[in-house]
Structures are given as structure tokens and as C-alpha cells.
């Protein structure tokens, strides 16, 4: 009888050691499953961040009507965009960058050279602007007045915004991509240290499209 007891209790050990092996080993196949779907069945969009931005200038010399006002400004952003895939790399268009002000945009000069964006990395660029006396044709009375109100606090919402075409690696779709990031600046004296900025999202908006 005694035999017979340690020889079941053997075997159920055995058994119990086999179905943790097993176990461990359909959850190692079912998690490597899972991130192989991650990393090659799944793409996701860009990530972007403003890290930095200073306001030197930013004069309005309204007219009238409001379509003949003017405006000589100098701003400098830097931006961060992130590529979250695990195999997928990005390759970006030439990126149109403008700003705005209460929804006129009085900037969009500035561009950044087409590029590739490898998995997993972050691409950051700098983008500085300026003009003197630069016809603001769509600016109306009520931005005549915003730019007033926030001109008299030295604080001003500006908006920059990113408008490119992407193209996942080892797909044929191509993207339109549009970033949007608005952004409160002080206006900061050149002799005087920079207000400190912070550091904001900006909003990614793509093409409802196969393939993007």
C-alpha cells in the first residue's frame, strides 16, 4: 500500500512540473504572438511635443479696413516627434510649418526637409521665423482686438501647425498628416533671461484611409 502511495505522489508532481512548463511556454508563444502583432500587423501614428518656444516679437499695425494690417514678429520653436512603432519607420514629405494668431496665420515660410523616421526614435527640429510689416489679409476686427487684449498682458495663443504626406516602411499608402500645436507665449525681452515654457502636446490629425 505504501508503495503504491509514493509511487501516485511522484506522478502527480511530475505532472504538475509538466503543466508549469507548459504553461510557461504557451504564454512565452502567446506574448511573442502578440507583440509580432504589435510590431508588424499594427501601425500607429506619430507622436509630437512643442518643448520650447520664445517670442522676441510680435507688433500689429492695424488698418483699416482690418485685411491692410501689418505684422513684424521673430519666434523660435522647437518640436519633438516620436515614432512609437516597433518596426515600422516613417518617411516624411517635406513639412510645411505655419503660424497663426486667433485664427489668421501670418506665417508660413518655414519648412522642414523631407525625412526618415526610424522606429522607436524621437526626431526633434528647430523652426525660427521672422518679418517686418508682413500684410495680414485675412485678419479681422475681432483679431484686431484679441491681439489687443493679449498684446496688453504680453502673453499671445499662437498656433503652429505641421502639414506633411507619410508613408509607413513596407506599406504603399501615402498620408496626409496634419500637427497641431497651440501655444502660449510671453513676449520676452532679448536682454532679459527667457521665460521659462511649457512643455506642450500638440494634436496629430490623419487620413481615414486604408493604410494610414
Not at 512565452?28 to 507622436?47: E, M, N
Not at 527667457?194 to 493604410?211: E, H, N
Request: charged share 20%; with cysteine; net charge positive.
Amino acid at each position: 500500500m505504501a508503495f503504491w502511495e509514493d509511487w501516485s505522489k511522484g506522478d502527480c508532481e511530475c505532472s504538475w512540473k509538466k503543466c508549469l512548463i507548459w504553461t510557461a511556454v504557451i504564454a512565452g508563444v502567446g506574448g511573442l504572438i502578440v507583440l509580432l502583432i504589435f510590431a508588424f500587423a499594427l501601425v500607429f501614428p506619430p507622436k509630437c511635443t512643442a518643448d520650447d518656444a520664445v517670442l522676441l516679437r510680435l507688433a500689429l499695425a492695424p488698418g483699416s479696413p482690418p485685411s491692410n494690417s501689418t505684422v513684424s514678429y521673430n519666434a523660435t520653436v522647437t518640436l519633438s516627434l516620436r515614432n512609437p512603432n516597433l518596426y515600422r519607420g516613417i518617411s516624411y514629405d517635406p513639412v510645411a510649418v505655419a503660424f497663426s494668431f486667433n485664427g489668421t496665420r501670418f506665417d508660413e515660410s518655414a519648412t522642414v526637409p523631407a525625412f526618415y523616421h526610424k522606429p522607436r526614435k524621437t526626431a526633434t527640429f528647430h523652426v525660427t521665423v521672422g518679418g517686418v510689416d508682413k500684410p495680414v489679409a485675412k485678419l479681422t476686427a475681432a483679431g484686431v482686438a484679441a491681439f489687443r487684449a493679449e498684446n496688453a498682458t504680453g502673453r499671445f495663443e499662437v498656433e503652429v501647425r505641421l502639414d506633411t504626406v507619410m508613408q509607413y516602411k513596407a506599406r504603399k499608402a501615402r498620408c496626409p498628416l496634419a500637427v497641431i500645436c497651440p501655444l502660449e507665449l510671453q513676449l520676452v525681452d532679448p536682454e532679459v533671461a527667457a521665460t521659462a515654457f511649457q512643455r506642450t502636446k500638440c494634436t496629430i490629425l490623419r487620413a481615414k484611409k486604408s493604410g494610414c
